[in-house]
Nanobody
Framework: QVQLVESGGGLVQAGGSLTLSCAAS????????LSWYRQAPGKERELVAT????????NYADSVKGRFTIYRDNSKKTVYLQMNSLKPEETAVYYC??????????WGKGILVTVSS
């Protein structure tokens, strides 16, 4: 079964840290670029960070540069998002995405991160 399952969300105070994990199964993980998106209440889903299939290319949204780190472990079929110095406005559902040219996108169900002020 093709799936992505996020974990590690929860409640954290402003300024705190949290690491999200996304475990993959059912597809060739190492051939996919992996991304984290988030969607805050009443807002559109936005791209947070992307890491290429080999890990050689990484990009971040300007709003998280210097605070968030995306990394992957292809042997564990898992992608991570380390989030530091979290802000209340970053309260959102965070989604994992896998993308490969000519293939359909794969999405996780999302996990809630709540940052209290």
């Amino acid at each position: 079964q093709v799936q992505l399952v996020e974990s590690g969300g929860g409640l954290v105070q402003a300024g705190g840290s949290l690491t999200l994990s996304c475990a993959a199964s059912g597809f060739t993980f190492g051939s996919y670029d992996l991304s984290w998106y988030r969607q805050a209440p009443g807002k559109e889903r936005e791209l947070v960070a992307t890491i290429s299939s080999t890990g050689g290319s990484i990009n971040y949204a300007d709003s998280v540069k210097g605070r968030f780190t995306i990394y992957r472990d292809n042997s564990k079929k898992t992608v991570y998002l380390q989030m530091n110095s979290l802000k209340p406005e970053e309260t959102a559902v965070y989604y994992c995405n896998a993308r490969r040219r000519y293939y359909s996108d794969i999405w996780g169900k999302g996990i809630l991160v709540t940052v209290s002020s």
